[in-house]
T-cell receptor, first 114, second 112 residues
Framework: GAGVSQSPSNKVTEKGKDVELRCDPISGHTALYWYRQSLGQGLEFLIYFQGNSAPDKSGLPSDRFSAERTGGSVSTLTIQRTQQEDSAVYLC????????????FGEGSWLTVV | QKEVEQNSGPLSVPEGAIASLNCTYSDRGSQSFFWYRQYSGKSPELIMFIYSNGDKEDGRFTAQLNKASQYVSLLIRDSQPSDSATYLCAVNYYNQGGKLIFGQGTELSVKP
């Protein structure tokens, strides 16, 4: 596609429910990132996929968070048993190769846990 | 020490002035440095990247890199109210597999 596509754009969920956020990177981009941004805060690194390498999961805040990338393209970020502190915008980005190349962001998925 | 540090601001400058935004980083192996601009409620968008020591100019924007001091800055000349946004510094952490780490961002306000 022309840009990074994320869905849903907005999600309101009840505390304790699971949510899945989807990211479709720019066609041909091998690197894919997930970041989280709470209101008024900076970008918190969550996870990084680069080609066929094992993903860098060092930023995932707890074992309730997981992500996968199927076929080297679409990625899904799953949050289990959501908590109110999970409320944030979840930004996906992709780049041509990773490792220093420019990354391009999607519009984000705004998650509200009530 | 945070991996990428920026003053949170807000930084307020009058229209037409030079705005100077600063960023320090901790990984001496980092090779690539980026400045992103983020308007409220929007995603970050790339302004500039810099790989080599020295200055890189693009229109009203100049990025400056000093690897010895682990310091990167962004200068905005002839600041406009439309430049009011949060500016995010990002550093490619070579020694951590190449992931891109962001600073907390500096809020810039340009007053007419």
């Amino acid at each position: 596609g022309a840009g990074v596509s994320q869905s849903p754009s907005n999600k309101v969920t009840e505390k304790g429910k699971d949510v899945e956020l989807r990211c479709d990177p720019i066609s041909g981009h091998t690197a894919l990132y997930w970041y989280r941004q709470s209101l008024g805060q900076g970008l918190e690194f969550l996870i990084y996929f680069q080609g066929n390498s094992a993903p860098d999961k060092s930023g995932l805040p707890s074992d309730r968070f997981s992500a996968e990338r199927t076929g080297g393209s679409v990625s899904t970020l799953t949050i289990q048993r959501t908590q109110q502190e999970d409320s944030a915008v979840y930004l996906c980005a992709s780049s041509a190769q990773g490792g220093g190349n420019t990354i391009y962001f999607g519009e984000g998925s705004w998650l509200t846990v009530v | 020490q945070k991996e990428v540090e920026q003053n949170s601001g807000p930084l307020s400058v009058p229209e037409g002035a030079i705005a100077s935004l600063n960023c320090t980083y901790s990984d001496r192996g980092s090779q690539s440095f980026f400045w992103y601009r983020q308007y409220s409620g929007k995603s970050p968008e790339l302004i500039m990247f810099i790989y080599s020591n020295g200055d890189k100019e693009d229109g009203r924007f100049t990025a400056q890199l000093n690897k010895a001091s682990q310091y990167v800055s962004l200068l905005i000349r002839d600041s406009q109210p439309s430049d009011s946004a949060t500016y995010l510094c990002a550093v490619n952490y070579y020694n951590q597999g190449g992931k891109l780490i962001f600073g907390q961002g500096t809020e810039l306000s340009v007053k007419p």
